[in-house]
């Protein structure tokens, strides 16, 4: 990185609020989805019953979420009718819609592993060491094994996205422990490290996501001063360079590209846009002065 | 665990750097993964066993079936009318994020409509229980029938009073001790749901009659009988109490 200060030139260029528009509605989603499954146990107002692994809409609407439901498939059980509605419900938003918004837009570990991130880059650490991000990709029918050979929904005893939301609404436990050590792992032992290494369960929406709609796109990629503010905030960085710097489409269709945005707010020559996957006209001699 | 066997059998020089690393990077990462699924596995093995005071909500599943279909969401907690439901928190011995319930804290009142088990999405709690006597949480046990106040000569009957289906599930027995005094035991009969309400009203500090897992107090007797009984036509809770002829048991 230069001496130039990340996010200086988005913010010289287009303002504060279109820097950090798309990391603002991301944060009110999170807050919107913590509050709807907060709201009742808090003050009574039943928006969201239950938890994240399955809950009712408003007291009608069954949500379940399809990894939990596939890990309880693997270990022998046939969920009941209503389970299986919502997962499928559940699933056809995130396989159409983006598999990994679930990460970037509802997901109650991604503020402490964004907090990480930014922390660690505030703070200059570069210790550490770099993973495959195949891991997790590994670590998927790892634990789908092991839900199989146990009888049992393994990941769950340990899974802190769940067990977040879950904590949250029934009481914590030693969970705030288990997320402290995300929060440190991510922060002193691997960048972006569970999200973007580890998590089995953005593996699974990853691979939902795989031909979902909702995408960006590099479409002015020929104005890119290479100041690599992009890359600095992804949480994913790998799925940037074959649509910015590649010949093909502009559009990222890396099925890990959480769809942030974050991309989208600090590129200060508006480079990036959100759009649908099949949106891959090119704006080309758009290099501005 | 998963491929790591990948990696073999391909000729080295075949393969440019950038495959190389990446074919050794995906056998990596499977071995890790592998190391991973069994440390979970090793983790499972030991978080899973249930403590006999915690008891499931009714209809649920056998212990090893429950454990693959509850997904932790917490539902039948929410349906609960009373504090009884709770979900395990993280590191507190019982299986994380799963419900159960303290017959000593909190007993089953045994809703007739069992809104728990109407809550759960998945079939954890069965969806087969429509009556709520049929529920087998449990069974009471008299866990240490020295300290039991009745079995001491005194008039206590509180667990037999608190029973909801009293003189089905628990019955006084006449009791002749050597020595020629008369006393009552508190006898638990087929009958018993496991709600916990004996358990909560008994009176000595740490309570003697306790409602243990069915599993562990019956084994698979539990569900062989219950498995007769449904082919006879003939559910323990429906029937009325057999008062025992005054026949001294001696242990």
Redesign the interface.
Known sequence: MSARPFLADALARKGRWLSYRWLILRRLSQCLVLAGFLA?PCCGV?IL???L????LLGQL?L??PF??VQ?LA??????P??ML?AALVAAGYLLVGGRLFCAWACPINPVTDLAGWLRRRLGIKSGFM??R??R???L???L???W??????????NPV??LM??L???????G??VGAIFLFDLFVVQRGWCGHVCPMGAFYGLLGKSAVLRVSASRRSACTDCMDCFTACPEPQVIRPALKGKGTPVILDSNCTTCGRCVDVCGEKVFHLTHRLDRKLDEDVRSA | ???SGKHGGTSRSFLDAGRRKFLL??A???C???V??LG??A???R??ALPSQALRPPGALPE??F?????????C??ACPFTTL???????GI???TPYFEARSVPCEMCTDIPCKA??????LA?GLDDIAQARMGVAVLADPERCLSLQGMRCDACFQACPLKGKAITMERLHKPGGMTVFIPSVHAACTGCGKCEHDCVPQVAVIRVMPAAQVRGELERGRRRSEAALGMPPADSPAVSAPPRPKTR
């Not at chain 1, 270990?75 to 009941?80: E, L």
């Not at chain 2, 809550?119 to 954890?124: D, E, K, L, R, V």
């Open positions: 009742g039943w019953e239950g938890d692994a399955s809950s009712l069954p379940a979420d939990t439901f309880s270990a022998g059980h046939s969920p009941a209503r389970a919502g993973p495959s195949h891991f990709l590994a670590l029918p790892a634990c094994l092991a839900a050979l146990t009888g049992s929904l393994a990941w769950e005893y340990v769940t067990g879950r904590g609404a029934f009481g914590m436990g030693w969970t422990g288990l | 665990m998963d491929d990077q995906g990596g990462s499977a890790a993964a592998g991973a699924g979970l596995m983790h499972v093995q978080a899973r090893a079936d454990d693959a279909a509850c997904v932790r969401c917490g539902l907690v929410r709770n979900l395990a928190p993280a590191g507190g299986p994380v994020g809550a759960c999405p998945t079939g954890a969806p």
